[in-house]
């Protein structure tokens, strides 16, 4: 992974930067609203200072290559409506998972899948992989629904160690 500076995409109707200081407030929202997280285990970011920790840490796992985190902005107005990443890069670098999330005002109108095709393609042709994963909660049927559109498929042979409710998509390049 050596894109260097950070890789933006664009598709018609977005464009997939890297996350900038200014982004807190959006980053504390999609990771504290109890509806856009309620299939999700992970730490919330409150306050301001926790929302930046979080771009902080986020930076770093860029830097480190161990991660690509992008915001989805609306290309054209320049709002932010979510975040997609690839990372959990395998150890030798063949397969990675995907995540996302998206804010509740965006959804239902194809902006994930617009993004998520994005970074498909992104990681089969930029990056190489062989596989994208993508661990979502059994109950959230939007997830699932949109992974399917793009071409993942439910793995029921693999488990998530750290989430018993969670399945497991995968999509292969070619």
């Known amino acids: 992974m050596n894109q260097t500076p950070f890789p933006e995409l664009r598709t018609e109707r977005l464009l997939l930067r ?13 990771r504290s609203d109890a509806e856009i997280n309620k299939y999700v285990d992970r730490p919330t970011a409150e306050t301001k200072e926790e929302a930046l920790q979080f771009i ?9 290559k161990s991660a690509y985190y ?16 690839l990372w959990n890069f395998s ?3 063949k397969t990675a998972e ?6 509740s005002s965006f959804q239902g109108k194809g902006i994930m899948s617009e993004a998520l095709q994005q970074i498909v393609g992104f990681g089969f042709t930029e990056l190489k992989l062989d596989m994208l ?10 997830s699932s629904k949109l992974l399917e ?7 029921q042979d693999k488990k998530d160690n750290y989430c018993v409710d969670n399945v ?3 999509i292969e390049r070619g």
């Open 149 to 155: 559109k793009q071409g993942f498929q439910l793995n």
């Open 98 to 103: 995907v995540g996302y999330d998206l804010s």
């Open 56 to 64: 902080e840490k986020i930076d770093g796992a860029i830097a480190s």
């Open 133 to 142: 994963e993508a661990y979502t909660h059994k109950e959230n049927l939007g």
């Open 168 to 170: 497991v998509y995968e």
């Open 18 to 30: 890297k996350l900038k200081p200014q982004d807190w407030e959006v980053i504390s929202y999609l």
């Open 70 to 85: 992008w915001s989805i902005v609306l290309a054209n107005t320049s709002e932010m409506a979510g975040t997609i990443c």
């Open 91 to 93: 150890e030798d670098r």
